[in-house]
């Protein structure tokens, strides 16, 4: 019985998603999940990906938890996740500080030799120039980086205008960036489009949607769970979304199809 079951989902004979439409692995635009990774060891990572992998998109070592690593475990950890279909970055802070210190241009080199295929440029701390900026993504490209921008201030009273946020989303994306990140943090609190309490800002991000002709290009920082219900309600189950806890993968994927109450409900006839 158990050899049944080897090659799929135990219950997928017998029983649909609620929600139907999610897409399968390999996700290029859409239904994206990027999880952050404050320091998963090789074994947790391993069973993360055994557990979840074809749930996972992009796994972000989060701020500079990069540079602390043993560098033959993140040489190990970055192949794990690559040979399981999973891309992994480190955290735009890190490149904040290294820009802080002109070592940008190493900071790139080193991730090509460490065998790093995407990198995040982002001003979530530091100030940094439109012409900066630019040259940042630009050079990622050309060294054959997919690059992932953010957009959004980590403290609360730098909040950036709607227009500010539209503005750089098309910049970063005719620069050559491949997703931008609405900032959200690792607490999806008082950052970004999110108030002290975690509650979306409706009429900040209503606006900013109503004024995108295309959301597909943006990645949601989501790590609260009633953040993901709504992007889920908002834009369907294939929303790109990210800040996403290890252990909330599944929960996640769960919300996205219908295997939880607070979505499932969305099937309800009227």
Aim: hydrophobic fraction near 40%.
């Amino acid at each position: 019985m158990q050899q049944r079951f080897n090659a799929g989902r135990a219950w997928d004979d017998i029983l649909r998603d609620p929600i139907p439409g999610r897409l399968p692995k390999p996700r290029t635009q859409r239904g994206l999940t990027m999880l952050i990774d404050s320091g998963l060891g090789l074994a947790e990572t391993q069973d993360l990906v055994q557990l979840a992998g074809a749930y996972i998109d992009f796994v972000k070592l989060g701020f500079g938890t990069s540079k602390l690593y043993p560098a033959d475990v993140l040489c190990e950890k970055i192949h794990l996740l690559q040979s399981s279909g999973i891309e992994v970055y480190p955290g735009g802070t890190f490149l904040e500080a290294a820009v802080l210190q002109n070592k940008w241009q190493e900071f790139l080199d080193r991730c090509q030799e460490l065998g790093f295929r995407t990198v995040e440029v982002s001003d979530g701390t530091i100030p940094l120039s439109q012409e900066l900026r630019r040259e940042l993504i630009r050079r990622a490209v050309t060294q054959g980086f997919k690059v992932i921008t953010e957009v959004g201030k980590k403290a609360e009273e730098a909040r950036l205008s709607i227009d500010h946020q539209l503005a750089q989303i098309d910049a970063d994306l005719a620069a050559g960036a491949y997703k931008v990140i609405i900032e959200g943090r690792e607490s999806g609190k008082a950052v970004g489009l999110y108030d002290e309490h975690g509650r979306i800002l409706r009429d900040e991000f209503d606006e900013l949607v109503a004024k995108l002709p295309n959301t597909d290009p943006l990645i949601w920082e989501a790590p609260i769970r009633s953040q993901q219900e709504e992007l889920i309600h908002v834009f369907g189950p294939n929303v790109n979304l990210g800040n996403i806890n290890p252990r909330d993968i599944i929960a996640l994927e769960a919300l996205r199809v219908g295997l939880r109450s607070d979505t499932l409900r969305f099937t309800l006839p009227e």
